[in-house]
Structure formats: structure tokens, C-alpha cells
């Protein structure tokens, strides 16, 4: 057989095999968020809380941490007309809110005035909290979207729904965006938007709920990083529960995921 025939053919055989392989890791995919416009003027009260359910469990990404996996209160579950009144009642509270709308707008905007206990950032004695403020980067809330999920809240459980429907809106300004999150512009904004400071040492924080990430990249290649935040329950390091949602990487589009890996992998 001519050499060049078998050049061909062993570098034809070696794409292959790196093609099997590549096939064999873990594949995410990050898809452009569909925009999804309001029409304010044709806005229902039924249309406002489910508009406040969609951002509560998108854009706003609260179900990454208020979840049943013990990293922040279960909003979800809980009765949180009630639940609000009996933290703001708790001697501990420092807040001006007065009712539940109040208090749940001061929690999403100033998240560390009322740290419920157990639940703050490990060695401030819960008075700061790892939850981001929700109107700042990366979130980017808007006050019709956080209107929006307090009428959610309220809502779910039969509550009473306090918060107004929106109406000051300028007639010629243009439709709210409403679920469509905003993509992280660096590794930073990436571990604050998905919580990662919430569980595990990283950046300013000293949680010790999952294993330090300060040093990751000095007993982990970028790639088991990746396949630890895409697979976060294939390989669980002794003396930690396997709490991490196992849809993590799904939440977080292709740029987000590799800014974060490079950002670990470089940390030694």
C-alpha cells in the first residue's frame, strides 16, 4: 500500500477515535434564552403571578439555592405569607418592612439585613447572606420583575396579593423583557449568579458546605472540573453530602461554564 494511503488512513482512524471520545464526555449546550415580551396595557393579575413564577425559576435562578437541598429556605414549600410575618417578628430582625410585601422586597434587595438562622455565609454568625442582590449584576431584576415575584409568593400559597399591577409605564416605551436572563460577563459574575459561594470557599467566601474551590486547579485538570460541575454526583469528595443540583450546568449557557472552569483551573 502506497505511504501516503496509509497516512490517510491512519490520520482518518484517529479522528474517528477522538470523535468517539469527545462523544463520550459531557455535552453542554448553551442555547440564546428566548425573549419574552410583556404587553403591560393587557397585563391580568393570573398573567402577573405567572409571569413572577417564570422569573422565579429562570431568570431570577432563586430555585438554585431555594430548593429541598438545604443550601437556603425551601420558598417553594413553605406557607411565606405566614413565614414572613414570624421573621419579621423574630428579635433578630433589623429590617423597616412592616408587612409580607415589604419583606420580601427587602430581602431581595438588601438580602443580609435578616439572615435567617443557619443559613448565612459560614463565620459571619449569619449576618451576611450569599444571596446576590437581585436588581444588581449579574441578575439584573427590574422593579415590574420583582413586583412581579412577590405577587408570585404571595400568591402560591392563597395568599392575599398585595403589590399593584404595573401601570406607569410610558405608552410609547417598549414591551418589558421579562424572562430572558442576563450572561454572565466574567467568572466572577458567573459563580455569584449560580451560588457557588453559597456551598463551597470561593472568591470572599468561606463555606465549607462543599469542598474548597480556592485551590481546585491545583488537584484538578479543567477537565474533571467540567465533569464535576456537569456531573456534580459522579464523583463525590468523602465527608461531603451530594447536595449540588444535578442540573446545574443546565442552568448556565456554553460561555458562562467555560469562564468558570478556566477561572478554577487557574486557581492554585
Not at 23 to 48: R, W
Not at 65 to 87: F, K, S, W
Not at 90 to 98: F, H, L, V
Not at 150 to 170: M, S
Amino acid at each position: 500500500m502506497p505511504t501516503i494511503v496509509k497516512v490517510l488512513a491512519f490520520s482518518l482512524g484517529l479522528a474517528l477515535v477522538f470523535t468517539g471520545i469527545a462523544n463520550l464526555l459531557p455535552q453542554v449546550e448553551g442555547q440564546a434564552p428566548e425573549e419574552v415580551k410583556v404587553d403591560i396595557g393587557a397585563l391580568t393579575m393570573d398573567g402577573f403571578i405567572a409571569l413572577g413564577e417564570n422569573i422565579f425559576k429562570n431568570k431570577g435562578t432563586c430555585t438554585l439555592c431555594h430548593n429541598n437541598m438545604g443550601r437556603a429556605p425551601n420558598i417553594l414549600e413553605l406557607e411565606m405569607n405566614g413565614t414572613c410575618e414570624e421573621r419579621m417578628a423574630d428579635e433578630r430582625y433589623k429590617g423597616a418592612a412592616s408587612d409580607v410585601e415589604g419583606y420580601l422586597r427587602e430581602s431581595m434587595l438588601d438580602p443580609s439585613i435578616y439572615v435567617v438562622k443557619g443559613y448565612g455565609k459560614k463565620g459571619s454568625n449569619d449576618t451576611q447572606s450569599p444571596m446576590p442582590t437581585v436588581n444588581k449584576a449579574p441578575i439584573h431584576l427590574s422593579d415590574i420583575e420583582i413586583d412581579a415575584v412577590i405577587a408570585f409568593i404571595q400568591a402560591k400559597d392563597g395568599g392575599d396579593v398585595t403589590v399593584a399591577l404595573p401601570t406607569d409605564v410610558p405608552a410609547a416605551a417598549p414591551a418589558v423583557e421579562a424572562v430572558a436572563p442576563t450572561i454572565a460577563a466574567t467568572a466572577e459574575e458567573a459563580i455569584a449568579k449560580f451560588g457557588c459561594s453559597a456551598c463551597h470557599a470561593v472568591l470572599d467566601s468561606v463555606a465549607e458546605v462543599g469542598p474548597s474551590l480556592k485551590d481546585i486547579g491545583a488537584r484538578s485538570s479543567a477537565q474533571e472540573i467540567r465533569h464535576s460541575i456537569v456531573n456534580p454526583n459522579a464523583i463525590v469528595v468523602d465527608g461531603f453530602a451530594p447536595i449540588m443540583p444535578p442540573d446545574f450546568a443546565d442552568r448556565m449557557m456554553a460561555k458562562e461554564l467555560e469562564m468558570m472552569v478556566e477561572f478554577l483551573a487557574q486557581s492554585k
